[in-house]
């Protein structure tokens, strides 16, 4: 290893100190409420940065910068107009809702919009989809540890595995929230540092693009052309602007869980809207590396770009520093994978488990199912990571599992807040018919998922418009609190909550 004595105290520290320091909050945790939700006691700082920590991982720091390093600038499309118009429509129109109905999970909110097979589907898909991006953030940790400390990329899965399964599973939100805050401010500090360190060796922003632009003419271009197989223009306007981006601040449970375990509907929806402005300076945290790691080392070929962030830590800084940044690196990966473990822990072991397996067990019961599914959550993450080889980049192979049913799931979700006539048959249909319409682009037309999440959200807007009007209105008492212009009165909230839940056993 070519690395000096203090970096490897600093990250051997660090990596010890997260477990230790999440564990401790496990004092805090005596119900299911507490382990998925943080007993509903989460300030809205803790939820804005937490919700950043969270949403700038592994595949950031990694797939990010090494989308940069392939594609140019046109990877900060992702911040600049896939997140931050999304998360003020999520402030302001979507997590009001989810907090109003008193649920853990989203597809929890669509079962009771719609019917507990929307609800059920909506788990499966997104279990699947959360156990499986586990694996690639196991893969990136993989990628990163081989390349800064030599260690292998199979030993490397089983360390992140280790130190994230510790603490998630002991201390659950409230332990993930609190290290992601520690994390966040880790992150920052290492990703300022080695940005300005990077711009000053290559001789500021006219030396970058004197470097980049001789090879690679698009590479400042925001938006690149059609032919561009990956980040089309067109695909970026309607897939990710319209489409990914909402549903991901919209819908996304891993980002929606924080304001859930929020201690006031205004501490939910400042801590979403807060979490926007220090999410306008990610792209210099992670697409600009990337691109310094070009101008540095053009080299990189394949998977090795995505070891571009990694390889700008090792090769620029000077020790101490790297140990620092490295560790900031980690804390993005750790806080991603945190994240991601509960709340796939959360949706099945309150979307199917309690649900379908034992609905009245005590809370004890269903704190230890959950803690016994983020184990088996992490041992399958650890088998599935090597199958981001067959995607061109780490954020790609996210993104494409996304596609297949973000669309969809966006779809039915903004009808059912919305639009007062969409009813259950109509919302089982948009979801599945999205799903198929999506599925089906993916095997058959092999086309880029920009365009793929947005057939598969348009498709399932018509199908659940034609099936919602063909079809029996739902009750109007089904729908308080659950739909634009019904909102329940908090004097009523639970006597309608009671109700309701009386309905569905």
């Not at 109905?101 to 009771?112: D, Q, S």
């Not at 970026?236 to 509907?265: D, K, N, Y």
Request: proline share 5%; glycine share 10%.
């Amino acid at each position: 290893m070519n690395i000096s004595g203090i970096d490897l105290i600093i990250v051997i520290a660090y990596l010890v100190a997260i477990p230790i320091f999440g564990v401790y909050f496990k004092k805090y945790v005596k119900t299911e409420e507490d382990y998925f939700l943080a007993g509903k006691m989460l300030p809205w700082w803790v939820i804005s940065m937490s919700i950043i920590g969270t949403n700038i991982g592994a595949y950031d720091y990694m797939g990010a910068a090494g989308g940069a390093y392939r594609f140019g600038i046109a990877q900060a499309n992702y911040e600049w107009i896939g997140a931050i118009p999304a998360m003020v429509l999520a402030a302001m129109l979507f997590v009001p809702y989810y907090w109003k109905a008193g649920v853990y999970t989203v597809p929890e909110f669509l079962g009771k919009r719609y019917n507990t097979a929307v609800r059920v589907i909506e788990a499966i898909l997104w279990g699947a989809f959360l156990a499986c991006v586990l694996g690639v953030f196991f893969w990136a940790s993989g990628l990163m540890l081989n390349e800064y400390l030599g260690i292998p990329v199979e030993f490397s899965l089983l360390i992140t595995a280790l130190i994230v399964g510790i603490y998630t599973i002991t201390g659950g939100l409230a332990a993930v929230a609190m290290t992601d805050v520690v994390q966040l401010l880790v992150m920052f500090i290492g990703g300022i540092a080695l940005t300005v360190l990077g711009l000053w060796t290559v001789g500021g922003w006219s030396g970058l693009v004197e470097a980049i632009t001789p090879q690679n003419p698009d590479h400042f271009k925001l938006f690149l052309p059609l032919s561009n197989p990956t980040y089309p223009w067109l695909g970026m306007l309607f897939g990710l602007a319209l489409v990914l981006g909402p549903a991901w601040w919209c819908c996304h449970q891993a980002i929606i869980q924080r304001t859930l375990g929020a201690r006031s509907e205004w501490d939910a929806k400042a801590g979403m809207l807060f979490a926007a402005f220090p999410k306008m300076l990610i792209p210099i945290l992670v697409v600009l590396p990337g691109l310094l790691a070009l101008a540095l080392n053009p080299g990189l070929v394949g998977a090795d770009m995505d070891k571009a962030f990694p390889w700008l830590i090792k090769n620029l800084l000077p020790a101490g520093l790297a140990g620092l940044v490295f560790a900031a690196f980690m804390a993005a990966l750790i806080s991603s994978v945190d994240s991601t473990l509960n709340s796939a822990a959360t949706l099945w072991t309150r979307d199917i488990y309690q649900r379908f397996f034992k609905k009245d067990a005590s809370d004890k019961h269903y704190l230890k199912v959950g803690r016994i599914l983020t184990l088996v959550f992490v041992l399958w993450a650890i088998a599935f990571a090597p199958v981001t080889k067959a995607f061109p980049g780490i954020y790609v192979a996210m993104q494409t599992l996304l596609s297949i049913f973000q669309g969809p799931t966006f779809a039915i979700t903004l009808l059912g807040i919305y639009w007062k006539r969409a009813n259950q048959w109509g919302g089982l249909a948009g979801l599945l018919g999205g799903v198929t319409i999506s599925s089906s682009l993916f095997f058959i037309t092999k086309a880029s998922f920009l365009y793929i999440a947005w057939w598969s959200f348009l498709g399932s807007i018509l199908i659940t418009i034609f099936v919602s009007l063909l079809t029996k209105p739902d009750p109007i008492e089904k729908l308080e609190g659950l739909v634009y212009g019904l909102v329940m009165k908090d004097k009523n909230m639970q006597d309608i909550l009671k109700k309701r839940a009386e309905r569905e056993e």
